[in-house]
């Protein structure tokens, strides 16, 4: 391994130190996305946690960096893959030159399958994203509502990528101008085969229920306890 990279390849096995270190010294930055290209799996995951916590907390830093987590989401790795998702989502918080809109087919494509995790961690990301871009919330609900026909490597896996579809649906529901898509979606999964899936959809609903009362009352100007 290249001597320069000593630092990082110490403090690669906690990577929130690591992350503490580059806010305080920024010119580490560089040596820890280098540390993404080695072979040695404790480093290169090591640096891509770090840059993912960096990503929740200063995503200012990595922000000038945005095309290299955008070539991540083809890696071979998927470790790698699934980081760039992460922090790609956080960078969406401070994206002044709008960079995700030309990616944005691209990052949600893996929706679709065939790999779950990596569907999962779009999905989750995409709530994010909705936070951050509340305009493209309803274009996120429609990618999100991909996993309804999407193909993966079992059922049981294609019921777990709609469990995160519903949570994430679920974070961002009061942001959609449409949101009859998203709820008709929700309802269907009462009848779903697994037991948990069913409860997270009895809680989402549940929850718009609730939300729905209370700004009832608040435009009546009370509120029931």
Same mark, same amino acid.
């Given at each position: 391994?290249?001597?320069?990279?000593?630092?990082?390849?110490?403090?690669?096995?906690?990577?929130?130190?690591?992350?503490?270190?580059?806010?305080?010294?920024?010119?580490?930055?560089? *040596?820890?996305?280098?540390?993404?290209?080695?072979?040695?799996?404790?480093?290169?995951?090591?640096?891509? *946690?770090?840059?993912?916590?960096?990503?929740?907390?200063?995503?200012?830093?990595?922000?000038?960096?945005?095309?290299?987590?955008?070539?991540?989401?083809?890696?071979?790795?998927?470790?790698?893959?699934?980081?760039?998702?992460?922090?790609?989502?956080? $960078?969406? @918080?401070?994206?002044?030159?709008?960079?995700?809109?030309?990616?944005?087919? *691209?990052?949600?494509?893996?929706?679709?399958?065939?790999?779950?995790?990596?569907?999962?961690?779009?999905?989750?990301?995409?709530?994010?994203?909705?936070?951050?871009?509340?305009?493209?919330?309803?274009?996120?609900?429609?990618?999100?509502?991909?996993?309804? @026909?999407?193909?993966?490597?079992?059922?049981?896996? @294609?019921?777990?990528?709609?469990?995160?579809?519903? $949570?994430?649906?679920?974070?961002?529901?009061?942001?959609?101008?449409?949101?009859?898509?998203?709820?008709?979606?929700?309802? *269907?999964?009462?009848?779903?085969?697994?037991?948990?899936?069913?409860?997270?959809?009895?809680?989402?609903?549940?929850?718009?229920?609730?939300?729905?009362?209370?700004?009832?009352?608040?435009?009546?100007?009370?509120?029931?306890?």
């Amino acid at each position: 391994m290249n001597a320069s990279l000593a630092p990082v390849r110490q403090a690669a096995s906690n990577p929130e130190q690591l992350a503490r270190r580059v806010i305080k010294n920024p010119r580490l930055l560089g *040596k820890v996305m280098e540390g993404l290209g080695t072979e040695t799996a404790r480093v290169k995951f090591g640096c891509a *946690k770090a840059l993912r916590v960096l990503s929740e907390t200063r995503p200012d830093l990595l922000y000038p960096q945005f095309d290299v987590f955008v070539r991540l989401l083809d890696h071979p790795n998927k470790i790698l893959q699934w980081e760039g998702a992460r922090v790609l989502s956080q $960078l969406t @918080r401070v994206d002044v030159e709008d960079k995700f809109a030309p990616i944005f087919d *691209k990052y949600f494509a893996p929706i679709r399958g065939p790999g779950m995790i990596t569907a999962a961690n779009v999905i989750r990301g995409g709530a994010r994203i909705a936070a951050a871009k509340p305009q493209l919330a309803d274009l996120i609900a429609a990618e999100v509502l991909k996993v309804g @026909r999407a193909h993966y490597q079992s059922p049981e896996c @294609r019921n777990v990528a709609i469990g995160h579809a519903v $949570l994430a649906l679920g974070d961002f529901f009061e942001l959609l101008e449409h949101p009859a898509p998203a709820l008709r979606f929700v309802r *269907k999964q009462i009848k779903n085969s697994r037991p948990a899936m069913r409860r997270k959809a009895e809680q989402f609903l549940k929850g718009v229920g609730n939300r729905a009362k209370t700004a009832r009352a608040q435009a009546r100007g009370f509120f029931h306890y």
